[in-house]
């Protein structure tokens, strides 16, 4: 193997990025072709694979979480790809299951939506609650009951949040898939939210997945946002995340956990 080969084999194991792939005359090798067919089935598969909200509320209610299943306004998965804004927005009758399910307000609503990804949720939210779990219990913070919920967009969390008088909403839904990853979640924060919220005015953690960042990194990111939230009272644009800081300096991921 010639030196510039060898070069791009060892940069290739370092990113799941296409580079180095060789070539076939003008071409690219068969595997490759196939490869790069195989993600992009993939990817398909991940938009249009329909949320199982039975099963992931089952999983979740198995940690302990109460859960509602609610619905956005688009009717089905097609609708749902041409009209963004009905993904946004509570169906009627999901509005009127959130205010029946609301108690006293809250520090927090949980919002798992099916985004552009059920796989990442199938595969991801119960886990990701699970590492988030004692952090909020450790904080104290008030939950409302788990909201799940199918054709959804992120802004959705926004109605969401208001309707369970929660002080704050984190969405955890699945994200548009690339083609080396079908499987991500996205974590996004809003503090007071409301219909009308811009994208300004939150916090993402993306990612969020085996080959990606850990659910026990994400959660403790998610804890720290959530905590800088309600002490500044503000998410967007004016919260930075200055997580990573308190990461470099743990001695290991386990030193980020809440203590038992």
């Not at 939150?202 to 800088?228: D, M, Y």
Request: net charge negative.
């Amino acid at each position: 193997m010639s030196e510039p080969d060898d070069l791009w084999q060892r940069l290739a194991g370092l990113t799941p990025a296409r580079i180095g792939l060789g070539r076939a005359g003008a071409g690219l090798p068969t595997r490759e072709v196939l490869k790069f067919g195989l993600a992009h089935a993939q990817a398909r598969d991940a938009v249009h694979t329909p949320l199982d909200a039975a099963q992931v509320a089952a999983e979740i209610e198995a940690l302990g979480f109460a859960t509602v299943t609610v619905a956005s306004r688009a009717e089905d998965r097609a609708t749902y790809l041409r009209r963004p804004d009905y993904g946004r927005r509570l169906s009627p009758e999901s509005h009127a299951a959130l205010a029946e399910a609301a108690g006293e307000p809250v520090d927090l609503a949980l919002v798992v939506a099916d985004g552009l990804s059920a796989r990442a949720v199938h595969e991801g939210a119960a886990a990701m609650l699970k590492a988030f779990q004692p952090h909020a219990e450790k904080a104290g913070w008030r939950l409302a009951p788990v909201t799940i919920a199918a054709q959804a967009r992120v802004a959705l969390g926004d109605e969401a949040g208001e309707a369970l008088k929660a002080r704050a909403v984190a969405v955890l839904i699945g994200e548009r898939p690339g083609l080396s990853s079908p499987d991500s979640l996205g974590l996004y924060v809003t503090f007071e939210p409301r219909p009308g919220r811009s994208d300004a005015e939150r916090n993402c953690i993306s990612n969020v997945r085996p080959a990606g960042l850990s659910h026990e990194l994400a959660a403790f990111k998610l804890n720290w946002l959530l905590t800088q939230a309600f002490s500044r009272g503000l998410t967007g644009v004016n919260l930075k995340d200055e997580s990573d800081r308190l990461i470099e300096a743990a001695d290991s991921p386990e030193a980020l956990a809440p203590p038992a």
